[in-house]
């Protein structure tokens, strides 16, 4: 069954979410390996959590994964992100999220992959992907061959020069580079963000 709606997600929170054009076009992406790049605050990140949830209740017994390079930012910027927009519903134990119909989501860190060998999965998600490899990117690949799930390769990240990301997307291997910033989310963003953001050096911005 194809992801072409977020009733089901937004049912199941009781409240109906406005997509931003950028979200919605990374969110239903039939294309693999799909990545969102972006500045601070453009709404890369939640984009990404909603495919995550999507496609965990879209497809029973699924096995998907959400993986950042350290486990730090993991635990106290990802997997509390995901707390603040599900945590009503959901719950996290032993990194994991398990779903009503069997489906499992696992938060992982670059130094599990390792145990992710023989790991048959439906789907994943890097986060801040431009801090990782190009090998972790392969690495992740050969691990998408789960019949349940859509075997997507997700991605987001922030902007980082010409890196691997970069090249890769040149040459055709990212298949869809979404790019977005900052101001596309004003709306959603305290009125002082954005002030804020311009008094930062350039080299930061």
Not at 102 to 113: T, Y
Not at 140 to 150: A, P, V
Request: glycine residues 6%.
């Amino acid at each position: 069954m194809a992801i072409d709606t977020i009733s089901s997600l937004q049912e199941t929170e009781n409240k109906v979410r406005e997509l931003l054009p950028k979200q919605d076009e990374f969110i239903f992406s039939k294309e693999t390996p799909v990545c969102i790049k972006g500045t601070w605050g453009c709404g890369k990140s939640l984009a990404g959590l909603i495919s995550a949830c999507l496609e965990c209740e879209t497809y029973p017994n699924n096995l998907y994964l959400i993986i950042r390079k350290e486990y730090p930012d993991l635990r106290d910027s990802t997997m509390k992100d995901w707390l603040s927009e599900f945590g009503d519903f959901y719950s996290i134990h032993n990194n994991d999220v398990k779903f009503g119909n069997g489906s499992i989501l696992m938060f992982r860190h670059g130094d599990d992959l390792n145990a992710l060998k023989n790991v048959n999965l439906g789907g994943c998600l890097m986060v801040q992907a431009e801090e990782m490899d190009e090998d972790d990117f392969w690495f992740l690949i050969g691990r998408l061959r789960r019949k349940e799930g859509t075997r997507q390769l997700r991605m987001e990240c922030n902007y980082n020069g010409h890196n691997w990301i970069y090249k890769l997307a040149n040459e055709g291997k990212i298949t869809k580079l979404i790019t977005t910033n900052t101001f596309d989310n004003e709306a959603n963003l305290p009125s002082d963000y954005i002030p804020n953001l311009k008094r930062l050096p350039k080299k930061l911005q």
